[in-house]
């Protein structure tokens, strides 16, 4: 059974950083693609990050772009958002997700197979 668990989330104001972790359990994903949604309450889950199995591939949303940066160890079987210059509109449960093949863009939530049970990300103005 696969498990995906996401640290780093908190409460911080806008303007300031924090860095998200997503740990793989359960099986090796360090050879699939892996990425990051989020959902703010009343809204749909939107695509925020994606990265390649090999790290050489990133794809961001508009809103994010340039401000966050999705990275990954494999050989520690973890992806990383690193979300810097946050606004408050950047509020959401942040859900790290894995898949074993991906269309593109790859922005599609229901193209993904793996999730992980979501952390909170709240930035006060």
């Known amino acids: 059974q696969v498990q995906l668990v996401e640290s780093g989330g908190g409460l911080v104001q806008a303007g300031g950083s924090l860095r998200l972790s997503c740990a793989a359990s359960?099986?090796?994903?360090?050879?699939?693609?892996k990425g990051w949604f989020r959902q703010a309450p009343g809204q749909e889950r939107e695509f925020v990050a994606y990265i390649n199995w090999r790290g050489w591939t990133t794809y961001y949303a508009d809103s994010v772009k340039g401000r966050f940066t999705i990275s990954r160890d494999n050989a520690k079987n973890t992806v990383y958002l690193q979300m810097d210059s946050l606004r408050p509109e950047d509020t959401a449960v942040y859900y790290c997700?894995?898949?074993?093949?991906?269309?593109?863009?790859?922005?599609?939530?229901?193209?993904?197979?793996?999730w992980g049970q979501g952390t909170q990300v709240t930035i006060s103005s």
């Open positions: 359960g099986r090796t994903l360090s050879n699939i693609p």
């Open positions: 997700t894995a898949t074993d093949r991906v269309g593109w863009p790859p922005t599609k939530a229901d193209d993904y197979r793996y």
